[in-house]
């Protein structure tokens, strides 16, 4: 019986013993039959595969002894084959040969023959080849690539730590590994990828929870770039559901890492891809609302302002998708005095769009039982503090207007409780009519201050600033005397608009101490000269001209007229002799607290500190040794200041020193030689 001619008519696999000789392609419609494939390699047509490579698989096969040469010409062999068959379209009738001469299983003994604790040669790189060869081809079974597949993993994530290995052979035999994967996953139709996907996985997924910390980290990064590899090349495909949710968390966990960490280009690059993969989909990906709010909050802490970026990204769509569970994990799983739980909570409340949605979500989270008793709230109290979100209508406002509960707030250790509060009572501020209503909290206000954060600062500030608007000079000298106290370290906080807003207010307060409070009250305008001095050189203008106006109001406070002269007229030279002389006594003073600005990260800051350290110890009587040789040591550094007019004033200080310590020892000289003629 005629059959169809096949699909390369001019391939035929001849009887054993035939003549090896290349012949015509048939005519057009003309009828060939087929011969069985044979195990023998002398079936294969010569035209097809090179003699030398079947001869090297049968040699092989039939050695009793094989050495390392050996074993990889058969592998070689086997990728020369099986490239050769695909180039040419012989796949047909080839997974017969493979079978027949067992090259899984003998692929399969060359890997389990190498040393388990070593990896000294490049077998385990060409045998991953090989099995990707054989694949792409389909020259052995589904079955047989699984068992391949879970040798592969044993040997490799069983290695020891790459640390102890050569890392150059280490990589190439990872990214043979890549390869298998991708070339396993490629050469299947896209109605079959899923199943391969689930098979791999399924071999991968019992190394990530071995007790060994080295195979766990291996086969994760490895489930890593395999859910990478899919995301690129077949979007349709839903990789995160193929995993357990905690393998999802951790893939996410690490493609921040490799985002944020000291990695290569190539790694970070396809560190974005899984993170495309993972905002595109984040009911699968992002479930651990805890666990990935840790890491953003972990890693915004270090990063650069580029990198915090992409965290932030992460946090608005983590918000967006789970608000509840993320507003809550604020609350009860982040550190609650931490200026970065903050941040994050500012943006959280802050994002557009969804508004609405979120504050509903807070509301229903500050009402929590639980979560109130932590914070020593009731819940009926707590829901006022959702209202410092909405719009500040009079009904809001006179809802909000609740003293007893914002004071119970303003003693919280939770930052964004503490915030929500300041939020309010900045609201009920700014109106004439409620400000009266909570000005008796101006002292436990103040208190809030300790914690430090720009955030928090700031609305103090403004509250303060507001509420002592309204007061009149009686009511408000007491509080103005304990709120200057505060202020002073403020002046050189970190946050240019601190310290605008503290010396601002220092301003404000010593203008508003009445007269027989006066004498109080110059003891903290005296402590606050010096550092009004040298921000008038503050990198920031509108820092140094609060510093300039602060200091007239202090000299007016003072009664030194010529100090406020020189102030008016930004004589800083002028101001510097000023203070050195209208009080002699405060020399030593001035001194002392001179040095600190000596390590101040503004180079104008440090300048005017070595200047003014110069002048006043040309006013100073007491000139020890020891004092000398203490400043002496506070300018050193700055000899190899990064500004070079710091550099400069710093080395002829440091000279002038010098010349007075040799006087100084020749004076003591000249004394204890008196004394021995006496």
Request: aromatic share 6%.
């Amino acid at each position: 019986m005629e059959r169809k001619p096949p699909r390369s008519p001019r391939v035929a696999w001849e009887k054993s013993g035939a003549p090896q000789e290349r012949r015509p392609p048939p005519e057009p419609y003309q009828v060939t039959e087929v011969q069985p494939l044979h195990a023998d390699a002398d079936w294969l047509h010569l035209c097809v595969v090179e003699e030398v490579v079947i001869d090297g698989i049968k040699a092989y096969i039939n050695s009793t002894e094989k050495d390392l040469v050996q074993k990889m010409q058969f592998l070689n062999c086997i990728i020369t084959l099986c490239s050769t068959a695909r180039n040419k379209g012989l796949t047909e009738g080839l997974d017969v040969f493979c079978h027949r001469n067992k090259l899984a299983e003998n692929v399969e003994v060359l890997m389990c023959e190498e040393p388990r604790e070593q990896l000294c040669t490049a077998l385990r790189y060409h045998t991953m080849n090989a099995i990707a060869a054989l694949s792409s081809v389909k020259a052995i079974s589904e079955d047989e690539i699984v068992h391949l597949l879970n040798i592969c993993f044993n040997v490799i994530f069983c290695l020891p730590p790459k640390e102890s290995l050569n890392i150059c052979l280490y990589n190439h035999t990872l990214h043979a590994m890549d390869n298998m994967l991708k070339v396993l996953l490629d050469s299947h139709p896209s109605s079959s990828i899923h199943n391969q996907l689930q098979s791999i996985l399924e071999v991968l997924l019992p190394f990530t929870v071995s007790q060994s910390k080295t195979v766990c980290e291996r086969a994760l990064n490895q489930m890593w770039k395999l859910s990478g590899f899919m995301t690129k090349s077949f979007w349709q495909q839903p990789v995160g559901k193929n995993l357990h949710p905690s393998q999802r968390t951790k893939i996410v966990l690490m493609t921040l890492e490799k985002i944020i960490g000291d990695y290569s280009f190539d790694e970070k690059k396809w560190a974005e891809t899984v993170l495309d993969m993972v905002l595109r989909d984040p009911g699968t990906w992002l479930i651990d609302v805890p666990e990935i709010l840790r890491s953003i909050h972990r890693n915004l802490e270090i990063n650069t302002t580029s990198l915090q970026q992409t965290l932030l990204s992460l946090l608005d769509v983590l918000t967006n998708r789970f608000p509840r569970d993320a507003l809550m994990s604020v609350l009860t799983d982040l550190p609650q005095s931490d200026s970065t739980t903050l941040d994050i909570w500012k943006r959280m409340l802050s994002l557009t769009g969804t508004s609405e949605r979120i504050l509903e979500e807070l509301r229903h989270v500050l009402q929590d039982p639980e979560l109130c008793g932590v914070f020593n709230i009731t819940t009926e109290d707590s829901g006022l503090l959702s209202l410092t979100m909405m719009h500040p209508t009079d009904e809001i406002l006179n809802k909000l207007c609740n003293p007893a509960l914002l004071q119970r707030c303003l003693k919280t250790e939770s930052l964004p409780i503490l915030w929500l509060a300041l939020r309010g009572l900045g609201l009920l501020s700014e109106r004439p009519e409620t400000a009266r209503e909570i000005w008796a909290l101006l002292p436990d206000i103040m208190e809030t201050l300790q914690f430090a954060n720009m955030h928090i600062v700031l609305k103090v500030l403004n509250i303060c600033r507001l509420l002592m608007s309204y007061l009149g000079k009686r009511e408000a000298s007491p509080i103005a005397l304990k709120l200057a106290q505060k202020l002073l370290p403020l002046f050189n906080h970190v946050s240019s608009e601190v310290r605008e807003c503290s010396i601002r207010l220092f301003k404000d307060v010593t203008e508003a101490a009445v007269w027989w409070k006066k004498g109080t009250m110059k003891k903290n305008v005296r402590r606050g000269l010096l550092p009004l001095l040298f921000h008038m050189s503050d990198e920031t203008p509108s820092v140094a001209q609060a510093s300039r106006e602060t200091l007239v109001a202090c000299a007016k406070c003072l009664k030194w007229k010529e100090l406020k002269h020189k102030a008016r007229e930004e004589n800083i030279v002028g101001i510097r002799k000023c203070l050195l002389q209208q009080d002699r006594s405060r020399v030593e003073g001035y001194l002392w607290q001179s040095l600190p600005y000596l390590k101040d990260s503004q180079a104008s800051l440090r300048s005017e500190a070595v200047k003014f350290i110069g002048l006043a110890l040309q006013h100073s009587w007491d000139q020890t040794e020891e004092k000398l040789n203490e400043i002496c040591s506070a300018l050193q550094p700055l000899e190899d200041d990064a500004d070079p007019a710091v550099c400069n004033l710093a080395r002829g200080t440091i000279l002038m020193l010098s010349r007075q310590r040799q006087q100084a020892s020749s004076a003591r000289s000249r004394l204890a030689a008196l004394w021995c003629w006496l």
